[in-house]
């Protein structure tokens, strides 16, 4: 399957700064999703981008579709502590039929 | 709209014995159904997809045999751990697609399943 690598693998930030994690793949996507993962639940949709250099916002998260089609970039301003989880980006198959997910990287939010 | 359960969302079971987990779309009928395993601090790896009526399509390395896929309506997918051991203690989440609508088969995910074997 294709690989999508996360980085950074865990951040620990103060309450109210910003975030920005990204998502490398070795093979293009024409889609990239954001999934958020709370603790012992399943990944909720956050944002979903659909073609290169897309800007797109969803409140205080702003998501990228890389130029080169193979990374996509997600930020996220004056954290809280319930942006407390793991965030996964993912990628549809070229058919649309499944999805490859991101290795996640995890955020704690320290009040 | 578009909303998945599970159930259980945790069970514990001695070893050898099986368990069965229940995905349910709520409000549409699901015309595909994801099956979805994830251990700590992991991400989610695909097992198996399942159409309705039709034998689900299991990744490499996963043990149909082992994991058994029903998904017999357009609104409920179940998954078998059958002869469960410690090594499958892990968190099974589904999701379920419905009619596509865009360049993908947008997935809405339910909450999972913590398994423990004991």
């Known amino acids: 399957g294709q690989q999508l690598n996360q980085s950074p693998q865990s951040m620990f930030i103060q309450e109210g700064e910003d975030v920005s994690m990204n998502c490398t793949s070795s093979?293009?996507?024409?889609?990239w999703l954001w999934y958020k993962q709370d603790p012992g639940e399943g990944p909720v949709l956050l944002i979903a981008?659909?073609?290169?250099?897309e800007l797109t916002s969803n409140g205080r998260l702003t998501a990228q579709f890389g130029i080169t089609r193979k990374d996509s970039f997600l930020n996220i301003s004056a954290s809280i502590p319930s942006d407390v989880g793991i965030y996964f980006c993912?990628?549809?198959?070229?058919?649309?039929?499944?999805?490859?997910f991101g290795t996640g990287t995890s955020l704690t939010v320290i009040p | 709209g578009a909303v998945v359960s599970q159930h259980p969302s945790w069970v514990i079971c001695k070893s050898g014995t099986s368990v069965k987990i229940e995905c349910r779309s709520l409000?549409?009928?699901?015309?595909?159904m994801f099956w979805y395993r994830q251990f700590p601090k992991q991400s989610l790896m695909l097992m198996a997809t399942?159409?309705?009526?039709?034998?689900?399509?299991?990744e490499q390395g996963v043990e149909k045999d082992k994991f058994l896929i029903n998904h017999a309506s357009l609104t409920l997918s179940t998954l078998t751990v059958t002869s469960a051991h410690p090594e499958d203690s892990s968190f099974y989440i589904c999701?379920?697609?419905?009619?596509?609508?865009?360049?993908?088969?947008?997935?809405?995910f339910g909450p999972g399943t913590r398994l423990t074997v004991l």
């Open positions: 093979s293009i996507f024409n889609t």
């Open positions: 399942s159409n309705e009526g039709s034998k689900a399509t299991y």
């Open positions: 999701s379920a697609s419905r009619d596509r609508r865009s360049s993908y088969n947008e997935q809405f």
């Open positions: 409000d549409f009928q699901a015309t595909t």
């Open positions: 981008l659909y073609k290169a250099g």
């Open positions: 993912a990628g549809p198959s070229f058919t649309g039929n499944q999805f490859y």
